[in-house]
């Protein structure tokens, strides 16, 4: 009994000594003075330190322009100069392809401006988003739908509330195959002549149903026609939505011919571009050359929300 006792004492003595903060802080010490020493006569690691800056990239806050209104913010990279020594230690020679990066977060993000429109993303990001307003077109949409399924793009569809109350299995079809739905206004009205009770009901209607079809929330508003005063868009900014506009315009309600529904964009798409479509005969024929052409120019289509993260694109 009694040599169980001492055993005991010695066990718990032990355990008080490993975990005392003394013994803690030697241990880390000799931790953190052994590993810079490595570091700093290490060939490798130095040679990562010397060229990292090679690479680096600052943050972009994100900023109301006086032209192109909100725009948001794009992370800058760093590079993780443990991860990259580990990835090149094997061969223990420097290689650009093998570093690793991390992204640093703006400052300024934009849901810390004010309320504004958003005509385009960050114009570094080699990305671009397909805004579709739908409020007609159904006969079109099946086809759209197949030709973003065989490219594997996501798309933006703003859809009016009344089209979604009347054809909520389309919608139903839209969600499903894995793309965005956002806020077009109830039934279509110039926002601009709107009371702001008016305005109101009617994003709030139209996210009532979309919510009520799809089981998403929608967290962009895209004015019929373009049409909205500071007041539309401080009361969308209120219901948790961003307006959004557009960079470049189709114009597929005129009826143009695929070749010059393709060269009106392809003459005037860029990084952060935001292009407007409808369910058209004519973006319909245009959509799988369109898509082919702008991934052609090194440009990533993703949604809305993709395109106004600051996440960056790495390649």
Known sequence: MKKKIIIAVIVLAAFLIVNSP???????ALKGSALPAVKETDSLYQSIVKNAHEYEKPPSDAKIDPVWKA????NGIKVDLAASYQNMKKKGTFDEKKLVFKQVKPKVQLNDLPPSPIYKGHPDKPMVSFIINVAWGNEYLSDMLATLKNHNVSASFFLEGNWAKKNPEL???????????GNHSYSHPDMAKLTAAQTREQMVKTNEVIEAVTDKKTEWFAPPSGSYRDETVKIADELNMKTVMWTVDTVDWRKPSPDALINRVMGKIGNGSLILMHPTESTAKSLDRLITLIEQKNLQIGTVSELMSEERVIK
């Open 22 to 28: 003394i013994v803690h802080n030697y241990v880390s």
């Open 71 to 74: 725009i948001p913010g794009y």
């Open 171 to 181: 919608a139903k079809m839209i969600v499903s195959a894995g793309h965005e739905v």
